[in-house]
């Protein structure tokens, strides 16, 4: 367990793992650093925080894009890469400056039940 409750991305993660408890991996991560602000895996082959680093970058460059694009008045909400097994959600807050990183086997988890605990709860992070 790579978190505290008592700081706002701590609680984002166990009010997470609360509604998903099958879930595979999450982070609480902030794009400026690409450093992990809390983290919880219940896989010992994910490593959140490495992925984390990885997947700032998608974000960044998905952010580069959108500007080489000129999409004004366009934010990115959120992004799924979807794997043979598993599902890797970004969804990001309103600014574009934190973002809540999950892992989830798409088996076992409805992803529109995913993608709405993710939007409920990243609010929290502006």
């Not at 509604?19 to 992990?36: F, K, Q, Y």
């Not at 004004?72 to 959600?89: K, P, R």
Request: aromatic fraction near 4%; charged fraction near 15%.
């Amino acid at each position: 367990m790579a978190y505290s409750v008592n700081n706002p991305a701590g609680k984002i993660v166990q009010n997470v793992i609360d509604e998903l408890p099958t879930l595979m991996a999450i982070a609480v991560v902030d794009v400026t650093s690409g450093m992990s602000l809390a983290s919880h895996t219940n896989s010992p082959n994910i490593n959140p925080d490495t992925a984390a680093a990885y997947n700032t970058e998608v974000v960044k460059q998905k952010q580069k894009a959108m500007s080489a694009l000129k999409l004004t008045g366009e934010i990115i909400e959120d992004i799924l890469i979807t794997l043979s097994n598993q599902l890797h959600l970004i969804k990001l807050n309103n600014t574009g400056n934190k973002f809540i990183y999950l892992v989830v086997n798409q088996r076992d988890t409805n992803l529109a039940i995913a993608r709405e605990v993710l939007r409920s709860h990243s609010a929290a992070l502006n």
